[in-house]
């Protein structure tokens, strides 16, 4: 007993000593700058600043802060807030055993310091490194402040959702009043959403907001700050929240700020809390007016009964940087970002891939295959039988420029198969597309997911005449002491053959040229006349997903339309990714004449009139002609035929 008592006297010595020595440590230490979280500007393209999240102009000191939102935070979060050294031990080991017993991880025990802490870190990986860093910064919080500056910091810093950080920009958003003037009602509303934003927000889904302000309220009278009473009238009291949904404050904004935080956090340079850097400049690619354009056209086109979700991005195809972006159609109902978090089925959007690969191997403008009704016999002796869209077929050889106005099919599959299956894969890895492919025959027609970025990126390859580039939308990063954190490499790689790809960008005018009118419609007729430029365009459509990608040299824009829980569309749904994508650019390019914005043809390239259904050189006889290009000594040449299915040349 005499050595167990020893032992443990010589333990608690040992703790003593360490503690003291980290009190001391601290102490001597700089001091913690706590509300360096709120210094972070983003800057647009102009190096204006568009962003500032929670800036110091949105401070609220605590004396302005209404009571009842103060109480309700304290009791919700950690009502042993006035009691400990920034840890509630007894908690912990609660909610400990809690999550033994039910085998979850449901209940957390973190202090308001802690989420403090962990508010000062720009990533919240669950790494023993990270908790252990979190603890620290908890306890130099502690041991530097008062409680009554840290719950200021807190309140001042926390996410109350919709990209609002701060309870005074919160209480703006939802009730338009100042902090100090919030209800009991108003304040357990608001105390109710940092736990999960996306799902306590009362504009998101006030049914779940109010069971959760109830929750709030329990609180408060278990712990006789108010009365049953009290509680009862606060929550049965009606509540105005208001209506942010038209104002022109470009609340979709949102969208593109979670996005670069979410590409800042990938960054290996930039070093993981704000305490550490003072503070960042983030300097990006975001242009105003075409963002305020996309979210104008993306807010007029669905009605608004419509369950529907977009995302869209607006791309510069000459180093990959994205002016603009929305991850779905208002970031106050949904802040699910689709632009960076899903993945879709891509339809015919990835035929562009295959049939530049037809260019590269030795096929034409001209180069026809019959366009019928066809079941393909497969190495493992299983059939595939792909079909047209309301199964339309010429019957007859189209070329390959009216494979691409109707967005055949079968001449897709033929082409994939006549190549072999793994050559459209290599020419998507060339131009950067990295998501799962399979070599399959399904392949050209979209059956694989792939991200909106992804897909803009891999087109701009086409759009700048194929230099891959990777999107983005950070160029450089900078602290607030001046020190240049992180600039991006703007090298370009040359991966496809320039005049090929004028080629191909000159087919991709067929989905909306009248020249095509003939047995079937180009899949984008709707759209000739209202266009004022020249755009490369190809949609693609699957049983849950409807797209739009089109581009010229100066701008790309991708369209993404469908439901989130993969409900099937419907053919009046299509017209939503082709609106928001036409407004779009051509609002984009209004100032910009279509020499500005069209390519010049290599010299390596002729234009030859053809008849353009068959490809077939034009004759006297001929009535409908287009102008198509080829390289030199591949145009189609008096009657030779310019289709032969049997055999490879």
Not at 65 to 94: M, Q, V
């Amino acid at each position: 007993m005499k050595k167990l008592l020893r032992f443990f006297v010589f333990i608690l010595i040992i703790i003593s000593i360490i503690i003291f020595s980290s009190y001391l440590y601290i102490k001597l230490s700089p001091k913690i700058i706590i509300n360096s979280a709120s210094k972070i500007t983003f800057y647009d393209s102009s190096n204006n600043p568009f962003f500032t999240g929670n800036n110091n102009t949105e401070w609220a000191n605590i004396d302005e802060i209404s009571p009842f939102l103060i109480d309700a935070t304290i009791y919700t979060e950690d009502k042993n807030f006035y009691k400990h050294f920034g840890f509630d031990f007894k908690r912990i080991i609660a909610a400990f055993y809690n999550n033994i017993i039910t085998r979850s991880n449901s209940q957390g025990a973190s202090t308001i310091t802690q989420q403090y802490a962990k508010n000062m870190f720009l990533d919240f990986n669950r790494t023993w490194k990270r908790k252990w860093d979190e603890a620290w910064y908890t306890l130099r919080i502690e041991a530097n402040y008062s409680k009554k500056e840290i719950l200021e910091g807190y309140l001042n810093t926390i996410n109350y959702g919709h990209g609002k950080y701060g309870i005074k920009s919160a209480s703006k958003f939802y009730f338009n009043k100042d902090c100090k003037d919030l209800s009991l009602a108003e304040a357990t509303i608001l105390a109710g959403i940092p736990k999960s934003p996306s799902n306590y927000s009362p504009i998101i889904d006030i049914n779940t907001a109010k069971k959760r302000q109830y929750f709030v309220l329990n609180n408060l009278v278990k712990n006789n700050i108010i009365s049953k009473k009290e509680m009862d009238s606060a929550y049965n009291e009606e509540i105005t929240i208001v209506d942010n949904s038209n104002s022109d404050d470009l609340s979709n904004i949102n969208y593109y700020t979670d996005a670069v935080m979410s590409e800042l956090k990938k960054i290996d340079s930039i070093p993981n809390n704000y305490n550490e850097l003072n503070g960042l400049k983030i300097y990006t690619n975001f242009d105003y007016n075409t963002q305020k354009s996309l979210d104008k056209n993306v807010k007029e086109s669905f009605p608004s009964d419509s369950s529907l979700q977009v995302a869209s991005v607006v791309m510069n195809p000459e180093n990959g940087g994205i002016i603009a972006l929305v991850g779905g159609r208002d970031y106050n109902k949904s802040n699910y970002n689709r632009a960076i978090s899903s993945k879709r089925q891509v339809g015919s959007t990835m035929k562009p891939y295959l049939y530049y690969s037809a260019l590269e191997n030795g096929f034409t403008s001209s180069t026809s295959f019959i366009s019928e009704k066809t079941s393909f016999s497969l190495d493992n002796g299983n059939t595939y039988s792909p079909k047209n869209y309301n199964e339309v077929y010429a019957n007859k050889p189209i070329s390959m420029a009216t494979a691409v106005a109707y967005s055949d099919n079968i001449y897709a599959v033929k082409t994939h198969l006549f190549l072999g299956k793994d050559n459209l894969i290599n020419t998507a890895r060339r131009v950067g597309i990295s998501e799962k492919l399979d070599e399959v025959p399904s392949l050209p027609l979209g059956t694989n997911e792939i991200n909106i970025i992804s897909m803009t990126s891999g087109y701009s390859a086409f759009a700048n005449l194929g230099y891959k580039v990777d999107g983005h939308l950070i160029e450089k990063v900078v602290s607030n002491n001046g020190k240049v954190l992180y600039k991006r490499n703007s090298k370009k790689e040359l991966v496809l053959n320039p005049s090929l790809v004028f080629i191909l960008n000159n087919i991709l005018t067929a989905t909306y040229d009248p020249l095509f009118i003939d047995y079937n419609y180009p899949t984008a007729i709707s759209l000739n006349g209202k266009l004022t430029h020249t755009y490369s365009l190809k949609s693609g459509t699957t049983a849950t997903d409807n797209w739009n990608i089109g581009y010229n040299k100066k701008v790309i824009c991708a369209v993404w339309v469908g439901y989130d829980n993969n409900k099937e569309i419907i053919k009046s749904d299509y017209k939503y990714a082709q609106n928001i994508w036409y407004k779009t650019v051509e609002e984009y390019e209004k100032n910009l004449t279509d020499e500005d914005v069209w390519y010049e043809k290599p010299k390596n390239v002729v234009g030859m009139l053809v008849e353009p259904i068959s490809g077939k050189h034009n004759s006297d006889n001929t009535k409908n002609t287009k102008l198509m290009y080829y390289l030199k000594g591949t145009e189609p040449k008096g009657d030779e035929p310019v289709f032969d299915e049997l055999e490879k040349n």
